[in-house]
């Protein structure tokens, strides 16, 4: 049998998977079978690393999502649109979509998936949540008969990068951002990478696949990493923790479920702490399973491309097994539709790590204690590090509190006239 299969794009990502499926000995055998027929660029002048038959690369993207010969669509241009106009396309002319792209899944997920559900089509997306590590399939599937109560990741290299960075070297945020850029580990443009987007995108849809339920993108809370500070991370590794871009969806049980995005001090010796660089790691923690971490490399041509071709295999095995028109396989489809109901951060419990810069007046540890306690807030250490210039620095790290209590005892604290600043507020894991 051949499989034809059409490319959105031929960047690092389309390059990567064209190269696997041109050289296929050793690998799966049904690549064998798969025929790139188009592929769709911006440029046809551009010089390609892969080698591909002549008239293959076209600028003219429609052409490709409306080819009657085209069973499966490979959509690895990035963005919104056009990526989401031709999905929708592509899928209301029966074809099979696979995607790494998580931004178009997290904001369109709910119209792509009901699309693909009244098309009797399949959208497949491991490469859209880190890269090369198998994490939907295993969500799906292995994991799938237990309850999860918590899904926990490094999903952003570029930040775990940068974090990994700054704690080895003791250097700031803008310092190894630059050199980051330099090295073509971060962007021109930073921001869905390091205010935190980009890991939200990705929990969104692994929070979908654990929960069984569809998340709205926006309502997801997302704090980056911006105002992490050497110094911070400095006074945690004193403290026994390392600094985290975390992105968290907790619930199941009964729960309602909490999704978020923030830096985040994780104790040295837990699993997620010695995942550094630009790898990526998602602990899934449920019943009766207990914890699995699932870790390697998150992002990068040869690994998001394994992932993209794995999909591709995986719809190729469904349509030789002649199992179309018949129901779509539960496991490889969307098959819920209600939508979850996220909690309010100020209802989550968590500690927190504050560090106050205070004016060297006696009692401020115990007027912040006092003002701590009214408002329920318990504490496990409040700590005199030091000074900065004439101001005493002051580190409180907080038992598991309610958010809400946490930010009304702030915001009384920071009215104190002892208080001259609060310089980092970070969430213990
Ligand atoms: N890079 C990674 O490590 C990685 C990891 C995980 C997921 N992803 C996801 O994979 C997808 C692709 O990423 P990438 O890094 O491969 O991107 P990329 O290198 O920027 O490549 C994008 C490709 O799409 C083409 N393209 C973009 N917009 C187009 C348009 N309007 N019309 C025609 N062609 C267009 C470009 O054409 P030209 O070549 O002519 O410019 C290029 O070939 C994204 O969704 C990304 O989030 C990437």
Redesign the pocket.
């Known amino acids: 049998m051949v499989f034809t299969i059409g490319l959105l ?6 390059t990567g998977t064209a190269e696997i499926i041109l050289d296929s000995e050793g690998r799966n055998p049904l690549l064998q079978e798969i025929k790139i027929k188009q592929v ?4 046809l002048e ?1 010089p390609r690393s892969v080698t591909l038959d002549p008239g293959v690369l076209t ?1 003219d ?1 429609e052409s490709i999502v409306n080819d009657p010969e085209i069973e499966i669509v490979v959509e ?4 919104l649109e ?1 990526a989401r106009s031709l999905i929708l396309t592509a899928i209301r002319n029966g074809k099979h979509i696979v995607t ?4 178009v899944i997290a904001r369109y997920g709910d119209e792509i998936y009901t699309a693909a559900n009244q098309a009797g089509v399949y959208v497949l997306l491991e ?2 949540v880190a ?1 090369g590590i198998p994490v939907i399939k295993p969500l799906k599937q292995s994991l799938g008969v237990n309850r999860i109560t918590s899904v926990i990741g490094i999903i952003n290299g570029t930040t775990n990068y940068i974090l990994t960075k700054m704690s080895t070297e003791g250097l700031d945020f803008a310092d190894v951002l630059a050199e980051a850029q330099e090295l073509g580990y971060a962007e021109a443009d930073p921001t869905a990478d390091v205010d935190g987007g980009d890991a939200a995108d990705k929990i969104s849809i692994l929070a979908a696949i654990a929960f069984g339920e569809r998340v709205k993108r926006e309502e997801i809370s997302c704090e980056g990493i911006r105002q992490i500070s050497a110094t911070d991370i400095s006074y945690a590794e004193d403290l026994g923790f390392v600094v985290k871009l975390l992105a968290i969806a907790k619930g199941g049980m009964g729960q309602s479920l909490q999704i978020r995005v923030h830096p985040t001090l994780v104790s040295q010796d837990h699993p997620l702490a010695n995942v550094n660089g630009v790898n990526n790691a998602v602990l899934v923690e449920g019943d009766p399973l207990g914890q699995v971490m699932l870790s390697g490399p998150g ?3 040869g690994a ?1 491309a394994s992932a993209v071709v794995s999909d591709i295999v995986n719809v190729a095995g469904i349509l030789k097994s002649n199992s179309q028109g018949k129901d779509l396989d539960p496991h490889l489809s969307c098959n819920h539709d209600n939508y979850a109901q996220l909690m309010p951060l100020a209802e989550i419990t968590t500690r927190f790590y504050t560090r106050f810069l205070c004016n060297d007046v006696p009692g401020v540890i115990g007027y912040l204690g006092t003002c701590f306690g009214k408002h329920d807030v318990s504490l496990e250490s409040i700590v005199q590090i030091g000074f900065q210039e004439d101001l005493a620095e002051i580190v409180v790290v907080t038992h598991d509190v309610k958010e809400g209590d946490f930010r009304q005892a702030l915001a009384e604290i920071e009215n104190l006239d002892a208080i001259a600043s609060i310089p980092s507020i970070i969430r213990v894991l």
Do not use: C
């Open positions: 794009g031929l960047g690092t990502v389309g769709g660029v911006n440029n551009k600028t993207l690895l241009l990035g963005g056009p790494a792209n998580k931004a490469a859209a890269g992002a990068g041509k998001t």
